[in-house]
């Protein structure tokens, strides 16, 4: 049986803000990762993104940059796009597979990336480490919102590939990324075709929009 997914309003509106953190702290890279545990790459990644965050000298747009400065080393986009597509990355050719990865990697920028000023001191705890399927990893962290609102949880599923730690997806009180978009992209591949959809995307990064089914950070 599904589970049902009705929420308020007010949950959705604290819940998507988190999902932009959430995802943000993915998206920026951490050095050496090859020599360190799932958990210390995610670590690592809070210890880089979040004093950006707390700056109040730079602006929004200021942040953003220097998040995307180093954004991108921590997450697997090759693996995440096939895990995204599933059954239909085999229809993509191997050029329309690289155009999908960069416009997925781009659009998950535009995202969540542009939402960055909906941080309010968050913290980020390391809660531990659980083993999956093909060698990956969950690191369990929990944000912690401070006074009286609920914290959060956040899983980061990391996967090792060339000796390094990358994240390939972020499940948020729950909800995957990964399924988020496959859910989405699988429905509109069923009226469209893999240029279509590239295309789709491709324009709505163009115009800074975010898929309709995708959390988004809101004041």
Wanted: glycine share 6%; no cysteine; aromatic share 6%.
């Amino acid at each position: 049986m599904k589970r049902s997914t009705k929420i308020t309003s007010s949950t959705a509106t604290h819940r998507n803000a988190l999902v932009a953190l959430a995802v943000v702290v993915a998206l920026a890279g951490a050095a050496g990762a090859e020599q360190q545990t799932p958990s210390q790459v995610v670590d690592g990644l809070a210890s880089q993104v979040l004093p950006i965050l707390q700056d109040s000298s730079l602006n929004a747009e200021q942040k953003r940059q220097r998040v995307e400065e180093i954004a991108y080393r921590a997450m697997d986009f090759n693996t995440l796009s096939k895990l995204v597509l599933a059954r239909n990355w085999s229809k993509f050719s191997p050029a329309q597979q690289a155009e999908f990865e960069q416009e997925f990697k781009r659009h998950l920028s535009v995202t969540y990336g542009n939402n960055i000023e909906n941080y309010n001191n968050e913290r980020v705890q390391i809660l531990g480490e659980r083993p999956e399927a093909r060698g990956d990893m969950t690191v369990q962290t929990k944000i912690l919102r401070g006074g009286h609102s609920a914290d959060v949880v956040v899983d980061y599923r990391l996967r090792q590939r060339d000796g390094q730690w990358k994240i390939i997806d972020v499940i948020v009180e729950n909800v995957s990324l990964v399924s988020n978009f496959r859910s989405q992209f699988q429905d509109l591949l069923g009226s469209n075709t893999p240029a279509q959809l590239i295309a789709l995307i491709h324009e709505k990064n163009e115009r800074g929009e975010a898929f309709p089914g995708a959390p988004k950070a809101k004041t």
